[in-house]
T-cell receptor
């Protein structure tokens, strides 16, 4: 079983749509949680950190449920520029190394 | 731009050869982590260097080794290259393990 599992995708949505990505992680000792965005053949870039209280950044809302070991990302009013691969990421270990899911491809 | 630079950007090597990839960390960052990203997969943690010492290692064989220099730049060395080593190698730097890591553009390695 992978440490971080994401919806396989791909997601193809029209502009203006709302899309939700889900992710589960297996290491209950994970310390920090993130969503990264990766454009084709580019490096991953931090989209947002995820907190237990939930957090919002413009059209993006992230939620964390530590009890269920579940992370989500909601994108409202999708734009063409949102097309990318979204990576669910958890941080753990003494080095706080990042463990990435396989990513979910979104095409708007 | 993140200020993290990697070289070379692309590389083709033959199975069995050795390769060295380089990373210059962002100014003020003393922690460098290396990741391998195979096609269609998320990046996988190889190892991390903090102030010139290895600070953590993922599930990679000993033929993957690294160095960090006094200026905090870093090298990733891979010996006895295998076809499965073909991937995008990403370097990420941060001011310590607890702060945001910024990724370089990566080195795309092809082993033939």
């Amino acid at each position: 079983r992978k440490e971080v599992e994401q919806d396989p995708g791909p997601f193809n949505v029209p502009e203006g749509a709302t899309v939700a990505f889900n992710c589960t992680y297996s290491n209950s000792a994970s310390q920090s949680f993130f969503w990264y965005r990766q454009d084709c053949r580019k490096e991953p870039k931090l989209l947002m950190s995820v907190y237990s209280s939930g957090n919002e950044d413009g059209r993006f809302t992230a939620q964390l449920n530590r009890a269920s070991q579940y992370i989500s990302l909601l994108i409202r009013d999708s734009k063409l520029s949102d097309s990318a691969t979204y990576l669910c990421v958890v941080s753990s270990g003494s080095a706080r190394q990042l463990t990435f899911g396989s990513g979910t491809q979104l095409t708007v | 731009e993140t200020g993290v630079t990697q070289s070379p950007t692309h590389l083709i090597k033959t199975r069995g050869q050795q390769v060295t990839l380089r990373c210059s960390s962002q100014s003020g960052h003393n922690t460098v982590s290396w990741y391998q990203q195979a096609l269609g997969q998320g990046p996988q943690f190889i190892f991390q260097y903090y102030r010139e010492e290895e600070n953590g290692r993922g599930n990679f064989p000993p033929r993957f080794s690294g160095l960090q220099f006094p200026n905090y730049s870093s090298e990733l060395n891979v010996n006895a290259l295998e076809l499965d080593d073909s991937a995008l190698y990403l370097c990420a730097s941060s001011s310590d393990s607890y702060t945001e890591a910024f990724f370089g553009q990566g080195t795309r390695l092809t082993v033939v």
